[in-house]
């Protein structure tokens, strides 16, 4: 037989060899070199086959990565959270369950403890058994690369484990403890991304707020209680320090564009849906709303500093009475060394109101009232155990002396003390124990106040 053919029966018995073998890392080029070395192979055919044999291995990858066998996709463990790759899409699950034992201790109702928009128990004691400050959520992420672009869906779900009313409110109305109810789901995130390295990244749908945002996520009650507000017939949330060091940002749809890091600088500007004010005179608006955000991520040695500002504005067109430009801004920082980190936060505004976007933002005939507040606090953390203790308060002024006579009662100030000790469980569970102390005071001196108890834990995965 000649050389030629030799090459030939060489190669068909390699094919064979490969296809009747399990993959084992090197056994093709092992076989090659005692064909080699018996003689039956020449120098020139040796090099050639393993050459060929090479190119098969470095287009392997390739292949896996798209497709299996069959041209169908291959399927992979996603490298981060709890989810799997198809082809070149990955599918990421994520969420949280939690649950608190709260016995709330307030006053019995009296002349002198009315206090309109004060979030202190006012009622006497109740226990419950609900959720904290974040309900349950549940998160689902399809996220690809198409045409050099990074591209994702997101949807969140955050049911609550206590049932609600449904009247008012939606899935966040007020609590109805009674047989046969269910509990709520608020549908808080839909929205879509795409982006780029260079370019940052675009976001259209529903999604957290810009305004106010840093200070609801690095609060120490995000994990826990805080003021439990209405623990007779809890509704889906706990307030944490919602009304009590800062305004609780909410959901929002909107388009909004952040820029990519420079130098850990990163900068977020978007065009929101218009809210009309909660309390005030009916409204027609007819511009959105802007809203943007400056943030600083940065290392110092063994210090890191997180620094933020971020501001809001939007125009009201009240439908009997002068039209008004709701503004705020807030500025804070997170500041870790060691096993301690400390948070500073302070916002102020206009025609914003307290607690929530636009309550008790006007008077009855839409003249602004002005609002700021603050919180500061500390962690500490020494293996799975922390420490944690914040103090923060919000107040609300009057629009006019006509407001002041119209509405005696109204909030001048809430705020809260809080001491927190936390375990790691696991890696997912952490348990949590509470002490919050309330306050709410009138502008006619009246006062409130409230102590709680926590006790529960929250599982993230």
């Given at each position: 037989m000649g050389r030629k053919g030799l090459l030939g029966s060489a190669a068909c018995a390699l094919a064979l060899f490969a296809s009747a073998t399990p993959a084992v890392a090197g056994t093709t080029a092992d076989l090659l070199k005692r064909l080699h070395e018996k003689g039956i192979l020449s120098d020139e055919e040796y090099a050639q086959l393993l050459k060929g044999d090479s190119e098969e291995k470095a287009?392997?990858?390739?292949?896996?990565?798209?497709?299996?066998?069959?041209?169908?996709?291959?399927?992979?463990?996603?490298?981060?959270?709890?989810?799997?790759?198809?082809?070149?899409?990955?599918?990421?699950?994520?969420?949280s369950v939690n649950g608190f034992y709260v016995h709330d201790n307030g006053e019995a109702p009296s002349a002198n403890n009315a206090v309109t928009g004060g979030v202190a128990t006012v009622g006497g004691n109740s226990?419950?058994?609900?959720?904290?400050?974040?309900?349950?959520?549940?998160?689902?992420?399809?996220?690809?690369?198409?045409?050099?672009?990074?591209?994702?869906?997101?949807?969140?779900?955050?049911?609550?484990?206590n049932s609600v009313s449904y009247v008012g409110g939606g899935a966040n109305s007020g609590g109805n403890p009674r047989a046969l109810q269910t509990s709520g789901i608020d549908f808080r995130q839909t929205y879509l991304t795409f982006g780029r390295a260079g370019f940052g990244e675009v976001k259209i749908g529903r999604d957290i707020g810009l305004f106010g945002s840093e200070g609801i996520l690095n609060?120490?009650?995000?994990?826990?209680?805080?003021?439990?507000?209405?623990?007779?017939?809890?509704?889906?949330t706990t307030l944490g320090r919602i009304g009590i060091g800062y305004i609780y940002t909410d959901f929002q749809p909107q388009i909004t564009y952040t820029?990519?890091?420079?130098?850990?600088?990163t900068a977020s500007v978007g065009i929101f849906e218009p809210l009309s004010s909660l309390t005030g005179p009916s409204e027609s608006n007819?511009?959105?709303?802007?809203?943007?955000?400056?943030?600083?991520?940065?290392?110092?040695?063994?210090?890191?500093?997180?620094?933020?500002?971020?501001?809001?504005?939007?125009?009201?067109?009240?439908?009997?009475?002068?039209?008004?430009?709701?503004?705020?801004?807030?500025?804070?920082?997170?500041?870790?060394?060691?096993?301690?980190s400390l948070v500073g936060y302070y916002y102020d505004a206009s025609g914003l109101g307290t607690t929530a976007l636009n309550l008790f933002d006007t008077d009855g005939?839409?003249?602004k009232r002005d609002s700021h507040g603050f919180y500061v606090q500390g962690l500490a953390?020494?293996?799975?155990?922390?420490?944690?203790?914040?103090?923060?308060?919000?107040?609300?002024?009057?629009?006019?002396?006509?407001?002041?006579?119209?509405?005696?009662?109204?909030?001048?100030?809430?705020?809260?003390?809080?001491?927190?000790?936390r375990y790691g469980l696991t890696s997912w569970v952490t348990l949590l124990g509470e002490y919050v102390h309330t306050t709410s005071r009138a502008h006619n001196g009246n006062d409130a106040g409230s102590d709680a108890l926590a006790a529960g834990a929250i599982l993230f995965f």
């Open positions: 287009a392997a990858p390739a292949v896996a990565d798209g497709a299996s066998g069959g041209g169908k996709p291959a399927v992979r463990v996603a490298d981060s959270g709890v989810g799997l790759e198809v082809g070149d899409v990955t599918l990421k699950f994520s969420g226990s419950a058994i609900r959720n904290g400050l974040l309900p349950g959520f549940l998160k689902v992420e399809v996220t690809t690369r198409q045409a050099g672009w990074d591209v994702g869906a997101h949807f969140g779900m955050y049911p609550g484990i609060d120490i009650t995000l994990l826990s209680s805080g003021t439990p507000a209405g623990n007779v017939a809890p509704s889906n820029t990519p890091s420079f130098s850990g600088f007819k511009q959105p709303g802007f809203q943007a955000k400056l943030v600083y991520d940065g290392k110092f040695g063994d210090v890191s500093t997180r620094i933020w500002a971020s501001g809001i504005t939007q125009k009201h067109n009240v439908d009997a009475g002068p039209d008004y430009t709701g503004w705020g801004w807030d500025a804070g920082a997170k500041v870790g060394f060691g096993p301690v005939l839409g003249n953390t020494f293996g799975k155990i922390s420490v944690g203790a914040s103090y923060g308060e919000s107040r609300l002024d009057y629009a006019n002396a006509a407001d002041a006579l119209a509405n005696p009662t109204l909030v001048d100030r809430n705020a809260s003390w809080v001491g927190q000790l």
